[in-house]
């Protein structure tokens, strides 16, 4: 990884999507920044479309969806995409599985929960839970062991799964986070990220983001990622000076500087 601040002044000039992982990227200690915020604003100002790419429930997706300066939000860890209406008023909202396998998902979920709980008792589901949709989300515990256990049960009941840095997460379809980038972005921005990478500049900091940082060409990781880095195979290629948010607005800067140049 090289310092963000030692990119070139054009590196980023191809860049017309910012794709970033939300709870300690764009947040910091669980809180979004005005600054952050602002850059998401000059982000889109500058021509560039900002979608978020996170593990985090449908439900904070549809508000960030409908009131953030994004273009859409993929949700749940690639379950689910929100995109705003064009009278900016409703919400659309495409799930990575079928309509018919949606309720049969949901029971596999509930049936894999049961599982966990049963075998670990002390197991908390975490509380949004009630929010989500597509995936079964517990706390993650201050144990790593505990948190190993977990997802270890997730999995022998047949599930996806993974552990980033507020959830052990459990999911059925296969896919991650890019894969349903993948869909996205060739349904609904009519781009094949496999022919056109520079496009896309990713930003995260945790072991689900992975996928992400192996594939695409632009990656820049939180200050944070370096606690990560034994449990991703492939680490960002940037790295920020400052964590969360403050790290997402170097990554912003650089960008629209790129763009600028």
Not at 175 to 190: F, I, N, P, W
Request: aromatic content about 10%.
């Amino acid at each position: 990884m090289r310092h963000l601040s030692d990119a070139a002044a054009n590196e980023f000039k191809d860049v017309r999507f910012v794709l970033t992982d939300m709870d300690e990227t764009l947040t910091y200690r669980g809180r979004l920044a005005a600054g952050t915020y602002c850059a998401l604003e000059k982000l889109q100002k500058a021509g560039i479309r900002v979608i978020p790419v996170t593990a985090a429930p449908a439900g904070w997706c549809d508000q960030m969806a409908r009131m953030w300066p994004v273009d859409g939000v993929i949700g749940e860890n690639g379950g689910i995409f929100l995109q705003r209406t064009p009278d900016g008023h409703g919400i659309v909202r495409k799930y990575w599985h079928p309509e018919s396998e949606i309720k049969p998902v949901s029971e596999r979920l509930d049936a894999a929960a049961r599982a966990v709980r049963s075998a670990f008792p002390n197991a908390q589901l975490a509380d949004d839970q009630v929010f989500r949709l597509t995936s079964i989300a517990f706390s993650r515990p201050a144990d790593p062991t505990a948190g190993e256990h977990i997802l270890r049960e997730l999995q022998r009941a047949g599930a996806d799964a993974t552990i980033n840095n507020l959830w052990v997460l459990g999911w059925f379809g296969g896919y991650d986070k890019l894969s349903m980038t993948r869909r996205v972005m060739a349904e609904a921005y009519g781009v094949d990220i496999e022919n056109d990478r520079d496009t896309v500049l990713y930003t995260g900091d945790s072991t689900n983001d992975a996928p992400m940082f192996a594939f695409f060409k632009h990656t820049v990781g939180m200050s944070t990622v370096k606690e990560y880095l034994p449990h991703i195979p492939v680490p960002p290629n940037w790295i920020t000076t400052g964590p969360g948010g403050q790290g997402f607005i170097e990554a912003a800067e650089a960008v629209i500087s790129s763009r600028q140049s």
